[in-house]
């Protein structure tokens, strides 16, 4: 007899049992019922997910890895026009999941909050259009180049350049990022492209330095630069085009010059957490094996930048 039938019968006594101490008798039985059904649940879960046993014990039993991501960076995460986080990332999680047999839940954060919500446990990875850096690896604030935590670990998952991009027309003959010497850039806080645009100003002569104005989100600052309050933006390749097709039916920015210093995308696992690092690179490379990441990397017009296997730590 399976659990979900024991429960029908223990429900149906349940009904013709006397109160008191009969009925409590009754309701332990239905709670009994309700983890022998969530145990089952779990192990049918288990056998159809091949790399389920390769996760901590900590996450199969919760069933769920919280996932600390900015949801505002399309088409990488971001919510559509009916509020549903969809993107490169979450389509990838999903597929991770169905290996791992676990839910991927995303929960929203600004960008340069993540690696603070790993270290407050508040998450347990951080997949974000997360450049996979020394510094980070490292726990080192590339600003200031002092530690500031234990670092992570990646698995990398995507590669991606730096883009700039002006207003359609507007170009102001900026091709490279030399070109930005005595210009505005509008950019994300905390990004790759901030840390670029930081480098570039202080290679500047003449006075000219590079006016930087970062932002909580990339929609923020695309904002600034299509209201004229900038020269142009930067941004990671995939996040750019997608502006440059998308804002305005593709009449409000046009990409500038070529993608620079492409590096890889990881997903941020704590250190003192290997096992559940491994046991996303092995799903990684599971779902490059059977072409469900190819699928995907499709499907978003983003095949230059796909990998075909993970790595741990792979950025420079």
Known sequence: MTASTTCRTAAGRSRILAVGAIAVAGTLLLAGCGDQTDAA???????????????????????????????????????????????IDLDIAEALGEQLGVEFSFENGTFDTLLGGLRSKRYNIAMSAMTDTKDRQNGVDSDTGKK???????????????????????????????????????????????????????????????????????QQAQTRLR????????????????????SGGGKDFELVGEQVDAAPYGIAVPKNNPELRDAIKAALDAIIKNGEYEKIISKWGVEAGAVTEAKVNGGK
């Open 148 to 218: 500031v935590g234990e670092g992570v670990d990646f698995v990398d998952y995507f590669n991606a350049g730096v883009s700039i991009y002006t207003k359609k027309g507007e170009t102001q003959g900026i091709e490279t990022w030399a070109d930005l010497c005595g210009k505005k850039v509008v950019l994300q806080r905390g990004t790759v492209s901030h840390d670029l645009a930081q480098a570039e100003s202080k290679k500047c002569k003449g006075g000219k330095k590079i006016a930087i104005e970062a932002f909580d989100n990339d």
């Open 41 to 87: 649940q779990r192990a049918r879960s288990s056998e159809s997910a091949p790399l389920a046993d390769k996760l901590p014990q900590s996450i199969k039993d919760a069933g769920v890895v919280k996932v600390g991501s900015d949801i505002a960076y399309p088409p990488v995460e971001y919510k559509d026009k009916d509020g549903k986080v969809v993107g």
């Open 227 to 246: 209201s004229g309050g900038a020269d142009a933006g930067s941004s990671d390749f995939p996040v750019a085009a997608f502006a440059v097709k998308t």
